[in-house]
């Protein structure tokens, strides 16, 4: 018997475009689970349907998209075992200059596109239960210069998070977390582009470099299967020793 099992799963991953979510996707597509992949727009998800993955799109500031989707995917297959919410975005904006529409799309984007999408899930399958995966941050635990808002919608997720583990408890949903350190994709842009400010922080992580990809995909198969049976309201850190000195 395979713990880690999520064959024929059905698993629907935002912000799968790229980056963590796509690698995610690709991930649990080689495991044999049967992967949506949500972007942003039609042309974020048009390279899926030739790597074996349904691709949907999903702007989860939208309060029908998710909603939507998860109804099909329910009418198709019965029921989504497991939904990971990665979309998400960042900005390097200092807390002095934030202007209101910057604020409300990174809070939708974040924060309120994480709650829809998991009471969409949720008002679908109240009989079947679920399982849910949150992808926050490290910087939703620990604060650092030019991130107050991003900071404030991971932390918020968080603490979301535990809430539903809660409150959705006793209908069969497990909702966990996984934070990520400083991970190697264009989220990350900003730091690699400048030489002295990726040595700064490299010199910050213990192991000495940003994270890959990849190296979100293990926490996610543990959430995702029965290995985590009794794991609910919990996150894992993935960060190379960042936050832990
Ligand atoms: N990279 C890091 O160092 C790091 C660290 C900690 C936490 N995280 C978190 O990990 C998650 C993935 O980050 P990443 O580094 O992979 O980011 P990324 O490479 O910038 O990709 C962001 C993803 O989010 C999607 N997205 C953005 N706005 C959206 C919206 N309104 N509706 C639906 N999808 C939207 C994008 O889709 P489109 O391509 O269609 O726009 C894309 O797939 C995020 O929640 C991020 O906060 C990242």
Not at 63 to 80: F, M, P, Q, S, V
Request: glycine share 12%; net charge neutral; proline share 2%.
């Amino acid at each position: 018997m395979n713990l880690f099992d999520v064959k024929g799963k059905t698993v629907l991953i935002t912000g799968a475009s790229r980056g963590i979510g796509k690698t995610l996707a690709l991930g649990f597509r080689d495991a044999g689970a049967i992967v949506y992949g949500a972007g942003s727009r039609p042309e974020s998800v048009e390279w899926m349907a030739k790597e074996g993955i349904n691709g949907v799109v999903i702007d989860v500031r939208s309060e029908k998209d998710a909603y939507n989707e998860i109804g099909k995917i329910r009418e198709k297959h019965g029921k989504l075992n497991c939904l990971i919410n990665n979309a998400g975005i960042a900005t390097n904006t200092p807390a002095s200059g934030f202007k209101e529409d910057e604020l409300q799309n990174i809070i939708q984007t974040n924060y309120a596109g994480v709650f829809r999408n998991c009471q969409a899930y949720y008002k679908h399958h109240k009989k079947d239960g679920g399982n849910i995966i949150n992808v926050a941050s490290v910087l939703g635990i620990v604060g650092s210069k030019l991130a107050s808002v991003y900071s404030g919608t991971k932390g918020a997720v968080i603490t979301l998070s535990k809430a539903l583990a809660i409150e959705w408890c006793n209908s069969g949903y497990r909702v966990n977390v996984i934070c990520p350190g400083l991970i190697d994709t264009d989220m990350t842009e900003m730091i690699k582009s400048k030489d002295y400010i990726l040595s700064q922080v490299v010199s910050a992580i213990p192991m000495g470099r940003l994270g890959k990809p990849e190296e979100i995909l293990g926490a996610a198969i543990y959430l995702a299967s029965d290995a985590s049976s009794y794991v609910t309201g919990q996150e894992i850190i993935v960060d190379g020793g960042m936050i832990a000195q």
